[in-house]
């Protein structure tokens, strides 16, 4: 019911940047909310970052000060400026979307990894 397209995982060092992508493709519905979530070996998935529509965005606190989310309603698209990573950021980073009805979704995931 929803496609997405992630770009921009990788390799990087602590204290480097990334920036990953998120295009909805496809919807049945209206996207409402646009963000990340992440999930590292062991641990349950997390919210990173959301956008609603208006622009209101909530960050988990490990990530406040450091990523910053953006969206383009017009294009569907959502992307996550990451900086001054640690390796405690290393994880699977998934794209996610609540639509209309306030389903919740979630793309394939781009790894991210922090390392040396």
């Known amino acids: 019911q929803v496609q997405f397209v992630e770009s921009g995982g990788g390799l990087v060092q602590p204290g480097g940047s990334l920036r990953l992508s998120c295009e909805v493709t496809r919807s049945a519905f209206t996207i409402w909310i646009m963000g990340w979530y992440r999930q590292a070996p062991g641990k349950q998935r997390e919210s990173v970052a959301t956008?609603?529509?208006?622009?209101?965005?909530m960050y988990a606190t490990s990530a406040k000060g450091r990523f910053t989310i953006s969206r383009d309603n017009a294009k569907n698209t959502v992307v996550l400026q990451m900086s001054s990573l640690k390796p405690e950021d290393t994880a699977i980073y998934y794209c996610?979307?609540?639509?209309?009805?306030?389903?919740?979704?979630w793309g394939q995931g781009t790894q991210v990894t922090v390392s040396p």
């Open positions: 956008i609603a529509t208006d622009g209101l965005t």
């Open positions: 996610y979307v609540k639509d209309s009805r306030w389903s919740n979704y």
